[in-house]
T-cell receptor
Framework: NAGVTQTPKFQVLKTGQSMTLQCAQD?????MSWYRQDPGMGLRLIHY???????DQGEVPNGYNVSRSTTEDFPLRLLSAAPSQTSVYFC?????????????????FGPGTRLTVT | AQSVAQPEDQVNVAEGNPLTVKCTYS??????LFWYVQYPNRGLQFLLK??????LVKGSYGFEAEFNKSQTSFHLKKPSALVSDSALYFC???????????FGPGTRLSVLP
């Protein structure tokens, strides 16, 4: 198993440019998510998906778009990059816990993408 | 709403000494609690989790954590620290009714030789 893979590892964008961060997992996980990590702020949830065709917003969704056409892939799109989006982005996946069933699955994280917007 | 606090930005401990990294949480419903570790330029790695049952949870690399419901805490511990334990540690919570995780701000652990 490759686990969770992310590409690219590094990216520099100019303000206003758009790009897509790729994320894929080969563990057949239903749940996938995107976080950004900024110093002193921990990880903040951008968007998440509980299965193919289903996505929802997290804590900081503005300026980002996602889709989930397959179980394996969950790309994150930056529509018009801004310097405030300079961050490290992590994709994560897990089995999907069902409400009230007493389970809680840990998330597996990708290696991250370091994005700089100038 | 769920929240997680890690009251210490930095913890320094001498190699061979016991270490504790603190975490307190706030959730509605039953708490599902996690600890992750992040080494430089790497993604987060799962260490351990508390779902239910025994309040002392054992995890990877000799780490354990103690769940205390009355104090709403889930402190990470290790009896004897190694220099290689130096990293950034995150506490996270997922409440019983949701799919999503909320992470604390992280605590940087430095183990001094």
């Amino acid at each position: 198993n490759a686990g969770v893979t992310q590409t690219p590892k590094f990216q520099v964008l100019k303000t206003g440019q758009s790009m897509t961060l790729q994320c894929a997992q080969d563990m057949n996980h239903e749940y996938m998510s995107w976080y950004r990590q900024d110093p002193g702020m921990g990880l903040r949830l951008i968007h998440y998906s509980v299965g193919a065709g289903i996505t929802d917003q997290g804590e900081v969704p503005n300026g980002y778009n996602v889709s989930r056409s397959t179980t394996e892939d969950f790309p994150l799109r930056l529509l018009s990059a801004a310097p405030s989006q300079t961050s490290v982005y992590f994709c994560a996946s897990s089995y999907s816990s069902r409400t009230g069933d007493g389970t809680a699955y840990e998330q597996y994280f990708g290696p991250g993408t370091r994005l700089t917007v100038t | 709403a769920q929240s997680v606090a890690q009251p210490e930005d930095q913890v320094n401990v001498a190699e061979g000494n016991p270490l504790t990294v603190k975490c307190t949480y706030s959730v509605s419903g039953n708490p599902y609690l996690f600890w992750y570790v992040q080494y430089p330029n790497r993604g987060l790695q799962f260490l351990l989790k508390y779902i239910t049952g025994d309040n002392l949870v054992k995890g990877s690399y000799g780490f354990e954590a103690e769940f205390n419901k009355s104090q709403t805490s889930f402190h990470l511990k290790k009896p004897s620290a190694l220099v290689s334990d130096s990293a950034l540690y995150f506490c996270a919570v997922r409440d019983g009714d949701g799919q999503n995780f909320v992470f604390g701000p992280g605590t940087r652990l430095s183990v001094l030789p």
